[in-house]
């Protein structure tokens, strides 16, 4: 990646879902949640599957590539507001985007795996889950 800086870290989100669940005796337990990077940390195929997944949710024009107005769906459901233009400019800046500065599906999940991979898999968590997802990233809705 060079001298480039290392793009700020989008909004947490809302804790959107409890990870305890209760079993029968009333105790609660914690959800078991499958890796989402690999052991040499990549992310895994099943991540990708559910961010490729997302990101067709949202191409609503199907041209492979997130416009303006897609990725600020995306974010408003996701944080609740669209990026800030600032934040627009950095995912030009680090992610793959198309010469019109759209998101591509690879800038899409390059974007996932630098969150993923530096440390913030809870905030991956919290947006597989606001998507409908559950800890073995299955699709629930």
């Not at 985007?97 to 390059?110: E, P, R, T, V």
Request: aromatic share 8%; charged share 35%.
């Amino acid at each position: 990646m060079g001298d480039k800086k290392q793009p700020k870290k989008a909004e947490s989100l809302p804790e959107t879902s409890n990870t305890k669940n209760e079993n029968k005796s009333g105790k609660s337990k914690t959800a078991d949640k499958i890796d989402l990077l690999t052991e040499d940390l990549d992310i895994t195929d099943k991540l990708e599957n559910a961010l490729v997944e997302i990101f067709k949710r949202y191409d609503k024009d199907k041209d492979n590539v997130l416009n303006k107005e897609e990725l600020a769906e995306f974010a408003t459901f996701s944080n609740g507001h669209p990026f800030s233009p600032e934040e627009i400019k950095e995912i030009q800046e680090f992610f793959d985007c198309d010469d019109a500065g759209n998101l591509s599906k690879g800038g899409f999940i390059q974007m996932y795996a630098l969150q993923t991979t530096s440390g913030d898999e809870d905030e991956t968590w919290k947006d597989l889950l606001k998507h409908g997802y559950n800890y073995q990233l299955e699709l629930l809705k």
